[in-house]
């Protein structure tokens, strides 16, 4: 069966701390993960990692694909109140017609 | 671009009732979803339509029922709501499936 898990489930940090989320994965037949970040309202795309990319970065936000481990890593960088929100990790799999989702880190950002 | 839009924003319902809601999108994409989100389940997918006159059961499709109207519009309607449809729902669309789906705004709908 399909699984994404995330973790930690939830995340208290000062500003300016840098924060590690992670994503696990089982799949068969791996196409693509893909980071967003869900504030009150939408999900927002953030970052697709696939086999031929498996690094991307923009501004303060990174994130890491490791296939052998199966799994995914989202930094923050010197984080701010803005960065507080839900970040949910989804995969998706060669012949599946939708994302599998895993339950989101929420991250709070205290200034 | 508004992107992907959906109505309405809020909705109470008694068990029972029917409704539909509404979801469209203008960046000219083939596929569209529907999700529900429920505190600590996730997104889970209820339909989608990979193309304009195509939809497909996802993982929670009872009760629900959809309609792709046109390649713009995709709408999902309760026929009898039950207290376990009250949620989030999302809207998504994608260029095609499989992509980056970019997500609505939400309709938080609950039913008493």
């Known amino acids: 069966e399909d699984k994404v898990v995330q973790s930690p489930l939830s995340l208290v940090v000062h500003e300016g701390d840098t924060v590690t989320l992670n994503c696990s994965y089982e799949?068969?037949?791996?196409?693509?993960l893909l980071w967003y970040k869900q504030e009150k309202k939408a999900p927002t795309f953030l970052f697709m990692l696939?086999?031929?990319?498996i690094e991307k970065k923009s501004g303060r936000l990174s994130s890491i694909l490791d296939k052998k481990e199966l799994s995914s890593i989202l930094n923050i960088t010197a984080t701010q109140t803005g960065d507080s929100a839900i970040y949910l990790c989804?995969?998706?799999?060669?012949?599946?017609?939708?994302?599998?989702f895993g339950t989101g880190t929420r991250l709070t950002v205290i200034p | 671009n508004a992107g992907v839009t959906q109505t309405p924003k809020f909705q109470v319902l008694k068990t029972g009732q029917s409704m539909t809601l509404q979801c469209a999108q203008d960046?000219?994409?083939?596929?569209m979803y529907w999700y529900r989100q429920d505190p600590g389940m996730g997104l889970r997918l209820i339909y989608y339509?990979?193309?304009?006159?195509?939809?497909d059961k996802g993982e929670v499709p009872n009760g629900y029922n959809v309609s792709r109207l046109n390649k713009r519009e995709f709408s999902l309607r309760l026929e009898s709501a039950a207290p376990s449809q009250t949620s989030v729902y999302f809207c998504?669309?994608?260029?095609?499936?499989?992509?980056?789906?970019?997500f609505g705004p939400g309709t938080r709908l609950l039913v008493l």
């Open positions: 998504a669309s994608s260029r095609t499936l499989g992509e980056t789906q970019y």
């Open positions: 799949v068969t037949n791996f196409r693509s």
């Open positions: 696939t086999s031929s990319g």
């Open positions: 989804a995969v998706n799999h060669s012949g599946a017609n939708n994302l599998f």
């Open positions: 960046m000219n994409h083939n596929s």
């Open positions: 339509s990979a193309s304009e006159g195509t939809t």
